[in-house]
């Protein structure tokens, strides 16, 4: 009896041992010895939202960097003007810009976009217009026109601009979707004191994974990227670290998994980071993240009352 438990318990461990060595090896694989797709074959232009600064921006030089024609859309003329301007001058390919703000509810605004995207050869949406909170709050504390603005700019915008795009996508067969997430959104128990955002970020997961599965057959690659911290004006961090890469690295990483995971990080430590927060116990990251933006929150109201 004993002697069969022993050899039971030593099939169990050899099974997670080899578990996780093969997630090892695939780590490894995938951030370092995969080749990348030929992302041409998806069209000839890319549409990104909030497009001007950060991981959006990062996104735009990386298309244009591999050839493709970029469409900017951002809510500032000039900003998008700026980048256009620049991209245009650096990797000498074509730029259209369109000035959008996606906090709205008003679907004749959205039709106006979509007469201005109309006629392109979209082969790649990158859904990467978001908000997050000022700083950690609890949900009492939030103006009833932040929620809204969260959800506008975070569910609505992406969803309503897939579905404007799926149907030409799925007649070529051919295309590619990426909707921009965040670990708020794949944390187990969800982020407390960013409630909103959190629900917001794993409504993107959800959707993303489902609508990959409903259009994989029809050619249509849809993929989430799930980020840590990375350097830009949402996050507030300005200095890069092991774990917070410049938006310029971390779209680099992130590009290369395109069209190989459905659902990534995109960036190598931000996967490590992602491994420990799905495997520690639900209680013990529950409490990391409440802890570490508890801390967040008390310094940002003494920086208020200090101002």
Known sequence: MIESIKGISLIIGLGIVIRYAYRFIMFVYAFSLRAPVNIKKYGSWVVVTGATDGIGKAYCH????KGLNICLV???QEKLNLVASEIENK???????ISFDFNTTDDTKYQALYKQLGGLDIG???NNVGISYEHPMYLDELQP????????LNVRSLTVLSKFVLPTMS???RGCIINLSSFSGIAPSGVALLSVYSGTKAYVEKFSLALNTEYAKRGVFVQCITP???VSNMSKVRRTSLFVPSPEA???SAVATIGHEKITTGYWSHEIQAFFIKSLPEFVTEKILFDMHLGQRKRALNKKKQN
């Open 62 to 65: 990386q298309f244009a960097k």
């Open 228 to 230: 840590g911290i990375v």
């Open 171 to 173: 007649e070529k067969k």
């Open 74 to 76: 951002s809510r500032s």
């Open 145 to 152: 026109s932040t929620i809204e603005s969260l959800i506008n």
């Open 91 to 97: 990797y000498n390919v074509q730029t259209k810009v």
């Open 124 to 126: 790649v949406l990158v």
């Open 250 to 252: 971390f779209t680099r």
